[in-house]
T-cell receptor, first 114, second 113 residues
């Protein structure tokens, strides 16, 4: 069990550029979640997948944000035309599909938009 | 909409004392509630889960209570140590078992030697 891994850990970009984050969940976990966290706040839910199906998207996920999990394994979160307000920590988590339980978080990808 | 409130101010306590953190929620009746620990620059780490029909749950020096009438959970760390210093997050499942969690803002705990 290598845990949830995220890449890159840090990304600095200029406003208007596109960025993509990758998340590799724990291999036997069918559910995958994306959260965003800003300083002094708890993680805010963005979206989640059951296998390759995206089951829900938060209203926080504007049209500039898109998430995919094409084969039900790794996932990508893309932000197009970044804005300074997108600066945050983007956290990925996974969990088994059987009922109630904990989320296993990665270490996050910190985005800074200049 | 659902709202989760945690003590916004940092909690400072002396080593060896018991730390008590509060989580209050409104506009929801969760079937269970979770607590996570988060260190600076790291992802949250799961600590405990308590179901609505459980009044209390313990794990080593940790204890969680869940009062669905008061809509409140209390998180206790007994015999606290400086290594317990971190932010503690309360989370509710709003998806009926899909583990889609809504988090509070967290309470920062500082344990002083």
């Amino acid at each position: 069990d290598t845990g949830v891994s995220q890449d890159p850990r840090h990304k600095i970009t200029k406003r208007g550029q596109n960025v993509t984050f990758r998340c590799d969940p724990i291999s036997e976990h069918n559910r995958l979640y994306w959260y965003r966290q800003t300083l002094g706040q708890g993680p805010e839910f963005l979206t989640y997948f059951q296998n390759e199906a995206q089951l829900e998207k938060s209203r926080l996920l504007s049209d500039r944000f898109s998430a995919e999990r094409p084969k039900g394994s790794f996932s990508t979160l893309e932000i197009q035309r970044t804005e300074q307000g997108d600066s945050a920590m983007y956290l990925c988590a996974s969990s088994p599909s059987s009922g109630v339980g904990e989320l296993f978080f990665g270490e996050g990808s910190r985005l800074t938009v200049l | 909409s659902q709202k989760i409130e945690q003590n916004s101010e940092a909690l400072n306590i002396q080593e060896g004392k018991t730390a008590t953190l509060t989580c209050n929620y409104t506009n929801y009746s969760p079937a269970y509630l979770q607590w996570y620990r988060q260190d600076p620059g790291r992802g949250p780490v799961f600590l405990l889960l308590i179901r609505e029909n459980e009044k209390e749950k313990r794990k080593e020096r940790l204890k969680v209570t869940f009062d669905t009438t008061l809509k409140q959970s209390l998180f206790h760390i007994t015999a606290s140590q400086p290594a317990d210093s971190a932010t503690y997050l309360c989370a509710l499942d709003t998806s009926g078992g899909y583990n889609k969690l809504i988090f509070g803002a967290g309470t920062r705990l500082a344990v002083h030697p």
